[in-house]
T-cell receptor, first 111, second 117 residues
Framework: SQQGEEDPQALSIQEGENATMNCSYK?????LQWYRQNSGRGLVHLIL?????REKHSGRLRVTLDTSKKSSSLLITASRAADTASYFC???????????FGKGTTLSVSS | NAGVMQNPRHLVRRRGQEARLRCSPM?????VYWYRQLPEEGLKFMVY????????ESGMPKERFSAEFPKEGPSILRIQQVVRGDSAAYFC???????????????FGEGSRLTVL
């Protein structure tokens, strides 16, 4: 079953704007990760936030985590056309053996 | 350092044939994960293997699907008697340690796209 669910399913913005994607999950977590997938390609790890962290930055990426609401958000600032991709959040399955991914947010950035 | 290598990148099979997908993990990685992705959907976990052992196959269909990761050579995902519903992208990922022990990050290959006619 899906652990993480991203929202919105699709997002279209102009270059230079910020993009915010949200992820909700169901069970307790040790950490939450975000991945990007360009069309026709594999997933690439973006950032990991641990359960005892509330916010983390990496370049133009900002991730927040609210364990009380079981939710996380990914903010991409000053978006570029190259940011066009699908973005997935991931948490461990209950057995702790594998990552479970949501259905993703498809981001389209037009120039 | 080569990444996760999957082959073939594209595979076409007729209904009833067998499909074999191969995955060579990153150098130094002994943990392999297989995922399936249907069009416009996220990744569905299938199986987690270490060398010569299946650790978690809770996502594998009960019939026709099998996976192995031998002591030597790549991991293989095998689909027997394929049906049209098996058409999907199959992704392999690897990690140097199991998720609880390592950083938790998975490294993905570019996927194998299976089309069943």
């Amino acid at each position: 079953s899906q652990q993480g669910e991203e929202d919105p399913q699709a997002l279209s913005i102009q270059e230079g704007e910020n993009a915010t994607m949200n992820c909700s999950y169901k069970t307790s977590i040790n950490n939450l990760q975000w991945y990007r997938q360009n069309s026709g390609r594999g997933l690439v790890h973006l950032i990991l936030i641990r359960s005892n962290e509330r916010e983390k930055h990496s370049g133009r990426l900002r991730v927040t985590l609210d364990t009380s609401k079981k939710s996380s958000s990914l903010l991409i600032t000053a978006s570029r056309a190259a940011d066009t991709a699908s973005y997935f959040c991931a948490t461990r399955n209950q057995a702790g053996t594998a990552l479970i991914f949501g259905k993703g947010t498809t981001l389209s950035v037009s120039s | 350092n080569a990444g996760v290598m999957q082959n073939p990148r594209h595979l076409v099979r007729r209904r009833g044939q067998e499909a074999r997908l191969r995955c060579s993990p990153m150098k130094g990685h002994s943990h392999v994960y297989w995922y399936r992705q249907l069009p416009e959907e996220g990744l569905k976990f299938m199986v987690y293997l270490q060398k010569e052992n299946i650790i978690d196959e809770s996502g594998m269909p009960k019939e026709r699907f099998s996976a192995e990761f031998p002591k030597e050579g790549p991991s293989i995902l095998r689909i027997q008697q394929v049906v049209r519903g098996d058409s999907a992208a199959y992704f392999c990922a690897s990690s140097p340690a199991g998720l609880p022990q390592g950083t938790g990050e998975l490294f993905f290959g570019e996927g194998s796209r299976l089309t069943v006619l």
